[in-house]
Structure formats: structure tokens, C-alpha cells
């Protein structure tokens, strides 16, 4: 996915050359901040495709640029910090990243999980509509209506979504969607997929009416129903 622009905030000089470096290698073109608030503005004038932001910034936390940049944006996040305990990483994945990446960091892998984010961002226009009870997913265009409205999904409820109705009716054990989702190394994180699947379920009721669409296999996983 050469040529779409990727925003990078981190306040370490040597890390955000060699990002640059990195991202410039694998044709991507590069916009740079060191702080969060420029990172924002640079999100709201220049639309880049994706951005990687650090937690530790010197104005704010990364945490608080992913959730204001999820408020108005549909962008993919991978969260790049040097903290690797579980609780830091769940806590950005709930707050709008879609991916979180250690310091130091391999670069293959970085551009690896960027090319899989942006991937899970824009599918082919090949893919298909899928239609239930009111429900469109529409996977080439991203769009999903209810009942002839609009509903907003963030690009993870978004591709649980895509991967519960391409496989309708069949069961999606908790690591399958942890794993198609956020990755192989996400497949014991259980309560953030539980998580995103209640927001999801809430987007796809209407008023006070019964979840519907999402079916819980309890303690297994999820099916796609009509």
C-alpha cells in the first residue's frame, strides 16, 4: 500500500528518524510531530491513512490522542511505547488504537503490522454486500446501515463485524476473533474482545429492542445470526 500518508508522533529525535526512515524505505510518505496536540492538527489539515502514535508524550498522554482522534476520525492507530505490561496495552486497544507495538521494534514487523491495519481499513472493492434483517454491510465500502441509517463503527467493530457476517451462522471461538482481529499475539485477551463486542451489539439495536445479529456461545465465542 505505497504512497499513503502515515502520521508519526513520538518526542524521542533518534526514534522518529528512524521511523522515517523506515516508513520512507517502505514508500510510504511520512508526516512527523512531537507532541500530541501538533499530532492532532496535523491529522485534521493533512488526512493521513494511518497514524503511530507514542503514550509517553511530552503535553499529553498517547492514550488521550488516540481517544480524540477516534472521536472524529476512522483512521487506523498503532500505539508504539516501550511499557509492555497487558493492562497498558488493553487500555490503548479500548481507548482507539488498533494495534500496539514495543519499543525497541523490528522494523520488517512494524511496516508488517502497518500494512495489515491499513488492509483491515480498506478491503477490495471485490468484496461483497451482505444483507440481514435490516442490516448492510457493505465490505468494499465500509459502510453498514440499519434499517436505512447510518451506523458509525470504529475500523475494530468494523472488522469484528466483517468477520462475524462473511462467516454467518457459523461459531467464532473467542481466539479466532482475537487472532483475525488484533493478531495472534491478542488471542488471550478475552475481556477487550467482550468489550468491543458490546459496543458493537449497542450500535446494532435500535431504542430499547433485544441485541440482535451478535448470538453468545457462552464461554466459546460468537456466531452471526439473523
Partial sequence: MAGERILVCDDDPQILRALRLVLRGAGYEVLTS???EEAL???????????????????????EVCMELRSWSELPIIVLSAVTDEETKIAALQ?????????????GELVARLQAVLRRA?????????????????????????DGGEVHLTPIEFALLRALAVNRGLLMTHRKLLAEVWGPEYVDATPL??????????????????????RTDSGIGYRFTE
Fill in 122 to 146: 480498506g478491503r477490495a472493492a471485490t468484496e461483497p454486500r451482505i444483507e440481514a434483517g435490516g442490516l448492510v454491510v457493505d465490505l468494499a465500502a465500509r459502510s453498514v446501515t440499519l
Fill in 41 to 63: 492538527d496535523r491529522a485534521a489539515i493533512a488526512g493521513p491513512h494511518a497514524a503511530i502514535i507514542d503514550l509517553m508524550l511530552p503535553d499529553r498522554p498517547g492514550i
Fill in 34 to 36: 512531537t507532541t500530541g
Fill in 193 to 214: 474482545l467482550r468489550t468491543h463486542i458490546a459496543n458493537l451489539r449497542r450500535k446494532l439495536q435500535a431504542g430499547g429492542e433485544r441485541p440482535r445479529f451478535i
Fill in 95 to 107: 481507548n482507539g488504537a488498533d494495534d500496539y507495538v514495543t519499543k525497541p521494534f523490528a522494523s
